[in-house]
């Protein structure tokens, strides 16, 4: 409105200069001679074009001065709406750091328990370890005392002790030795018991070293980041940096579960006197299951190179691969099934169940299968050899993985792929090669139930 005014005024001091100009005044005339009225009539005709002129260019200057404003409304306008994203952005901000105080608080509270129990721990270990000692001086007395009665037993049994009495004597002896028996299991007990607490002691520490070494803001955000990216590979470091492996392991998940473990989860194994590494075990009704391939939501990569393969990869939480090297130790027990099921996206299940041999390295992996319900071993058997996009199989000119992406036991190019690119969405077309065309899949170890 305040740019309309001003055009306005301009416009009108203009045409007042104009027509000033353009008609004499009374002096003029007195002075003029009569004879002239043409020339006086064509010079206010030339003022008055100069007048539309002049008109015609400040109406433009107002529509440009118009447009300009109207330009500037949709900048303000422009400026408004990002003032008020950055509002609403620096309010979630806030909220955040809320959250992340109220976590500061709560990690304190855990560090102030754990130095508690650590503490208690401490003085535990230090009254067992005493007793211990205790026990085992009254150990060493007693069998000097009974070696010492012994010999002279057996002096006075010859002339002095009637045969009811040595039979006497006999069976006292056989009540020593099973009571020696129960206190060396008592010492056996509570030296698993000692190492436990030590175990637990220097997770406690630590832990509250980590604790102690960051600021709370940091541990906040470091546990935020671990629990995305925690990978399969970080489990094993996590688990062997305290010194608490030992060396009785189980060999696989069906020697833990008949060690009593019922609860599904992660279990440090050790197959074929490999190293020691982490497995996932599921325990149901059917029996136990080592984990060896889990396929969700498309979350991992799975067109990876050989090495990839071999080591395992993913996240044990989600998606991986064991592993071929970890698979191959498994395997090497036999009494184990391989066992595949895969969901469709019409949320039915598919499961099949096959007999299998495993070769090593040397042969890529080669895999020998045959129906789990086979009755007899005469059946013959067509090895597949492991192949991905960098580790050809050499059977044939195409390679399978390339062509359909992952690594895989192929036969021909045209089987199913549990390990090809995943489909994240339900499909409403023909798949492309090399999709998966099943919502999700897992592949196990079925472990023979011990009798």
Not at 243 to 251: I, V
Not at 335 to 363: C, N, V
Not at 365 to 392: C, E, N, V
């Amino acid at each position: 409105m305040v740019a309309n005014r001003v055009t306005v005024k301009l416009a009108l001091l203009m045409v007042l200069v104009v027509l000033t100009n353009a008609f004499p005044t009374t002096e003029d005339t007195d002075t003029e001679e009569p004879n002239l009225p043409r020339l006086g009539t064509r010079s206010a005709f030339a003022a008055l074009d100069d007048v539309r002129l002049v008109a015609n260019g400040l109406l433009q200057l107002g529509k440009n001065l118009r447009d300009f404003v109207q330009k500037t409304k949709g900048q303000i306008n422009d400026i408004l709406q990002k003032l008020n994203i950055f509002d609403k952005s620096f309010y979630q901000l806030s909220v955040l750091a809320s959250e992340i105080k109220e976590e500061e608080e709560e990690l304190k509270k855990t560090t102030v328990v754990l130095k508690a129990n650590n503490e208690e721990i401490k003085s535990l270990s230090l009254e067992i370890n005493s007793k211990v000692e205790d026990i085992v001086k009254e150990r060493i007395q007693l069998r000097n005392k009974v070696g010492g009665l012994e010999e002279k037993l057996s002096g006075l049994s010859q002339g002095l002790l009637s045969a009811d009495q040595v039979t006497e004597i006999s069976a006292l002896k056989e009540v020593i030795q099973v009571q020696e028996r129960s206190i060396s299991e008592l010492l056996k007990a509570v030296r698993e018991q000692s190492e436990h607490l030590n175990y637990q002691k220097n997770k406690i520490k630590g832990l509250e070293n980590k604790l102690n070494s960051t600021s709370p803001q940091e541990t906040t955000a470091k546990f935020r980041w671990d629990a995305h990216t925690y990978k399969m590979s970080d489990y094993l470091a996590n688990y062997s940096m305290d010194g608490s492996f030992s060396s009785e392991f189980p060999r696989d998940c069906g020697e833990a579960f008949g060690m009593g473990e019922n609860a599904s989860g992660l279990y440090a194994i050790k197959p074929n006197q490999s190293e020691p590494f982490l497995v996932y075990c599921e325990f149901t009704e059917d029996g136990a299951y080592t984990v060896i391939q889990r396929r969700r939501d498309g979350s991992v990569d799975f067109n990876l190179p050989w090495q990839s393969y071999e080591d395992g990869f993913g996240d044990f939480r989600g998606e991986f691969w064991l592993g071929l090297k970890k698979i191959f130790s498994i395997a090497q027990h036999g009494d184990s099934h391989l066992h595949i099921q895969m969901e469709d996206w019409k949320q039915e299940k598919h499961l099949m169940e096959f007999r299998y041999t495993l070769e090593g390295p040397a042969s890529n992996y080669t895999i020998y299968l045959k129906p789990a319900d086979l009755s007899t071993d005469a059946d013959t058997q067509t090895g597949m050899r492991f192949s991905t996009k960098d580790h050809h199989d050499g059977k044939s000119n195409v390679s399978c993985p390339t062509e359909y992406t992952g690594g895989w036991w192929f036969s021909t190019c045209d089987d199913i792929n549990p390990n090809g690119k995943c489909i994240q969405s339900r499909p409403r077309r023909k798949h492309n090669r090399g999709q998966v065309h099943f919502k999700s899949s897992q592949i196990s170890i079925l472990h023979a139930k011990k009798t």
